[in-house]
């Protein structure tokens, strides 16, 4: 199994606010990936990398932004934070090759007020 | 788009009968079928997979059925514990490895 770690879990913020939301994974996986959710609905690519220095957009549009300059470390950063940021992000890593399970991290509850 | 459709947002069963969760998908490109399941506050983790070669696969009590000309694939779970009360999700993939996700469908086993 794959160790995917997630900070911080919950996170209120006001509107206007910089955030970043970590994710680090230890099991030296390429690909990594935000995912966003919110109840009842499906997850949502919103970024993902290939590898280091690779960064690529997913189907949802997101005004957040990522980095990818370590391996093991794929942070999102939204610039300015707006209520309808509002949302579960997931954050998840695969092993290389085809047919890729996806392992994910707890999580973070962005609440933006 | 939503490529991969769960249509029963919730399903209840009673301890020791079956549960059958639905899934469908549009896109005739997916080969690759995985079902994830969802405790509340944490990530989805991986249950059980299949190959669009096959038509069945087997783990314990989850088995999952895929039906190519139906675009349609299901979850079996027998016999469902309380422990299996949580949100499953179908996902499916393609040539490109995006994973698209359906919406969920909330389990609730009932003792």
């Known amino acids: 199994e794959a160790d995917i770690y997630q900070t911080p879990r919950y996170l209120v913020i006001g509107t206007g606010k910089k955030i970043t939301l970590e994710c680090s994974q230890t099991?030296?996986?390429?690909?990594m990936y935000w995912y966003q959710q919110d109840p009842g609905m499906e997850l949502h690519l919103i970024h993902y990398?290939?590898?280091?220095?690779?960064?690529e957009k997913g189907d949802l549009s997101s005004e957040s932004t990522v980095s990818r300059i370590r391996t093991e470390h794929f942070p999102l950063t939204l610039e300015s934070a707006r209520p309808s940021h509002t949302s579960q992000y997931l954050c998840?890593?695969?092993?290389?090759?085809?047919?890729?399970?996806?392992?994910f991290g707890s999580g973070t509850q962005l609440s933006v007020l | 788009d939503q490529q991969v459709k769960q249509n029963s947002p919730s399903l209840s069963v009673q301890e020791g009968r079956i549960s059958i969760l639905n899934c469908d998908y549009t896109n005739s490109m997916f080969d690759y079928f995985l079902w994830y399941k969802k405790y509340p506050a944490e990530g989805p983790t991986f249950l059980i997979s299949?190959?669009?070669?096959?038509d069945k696969n087997e783990d314990g009590r989850f088995t999952v059925f895929l039906n190519k000309s139906a675009k349609h694939l299901s979850l079996h779970i027998v016999p469902s514990q309380p422990g299996d009360s949580a949100v499953y999700f179908c996902a499916a993939s393609g040539w490109d490895n995006d994973m698209r996700f359906g919406a969920g469908t909330r389990l609730t086993v009932k003792p």
């Open positions: 998840a890593s695969s092993d290389p090759g085809g047919n890729e399970k996806l392992f």
């Open positions: 990398s290939y590898g280091v220095n690779s960064t």
């Open positions: 299949i190959s669009s070669i096959k």
């Open positions: 099991m030296g996986h390429d690909k």
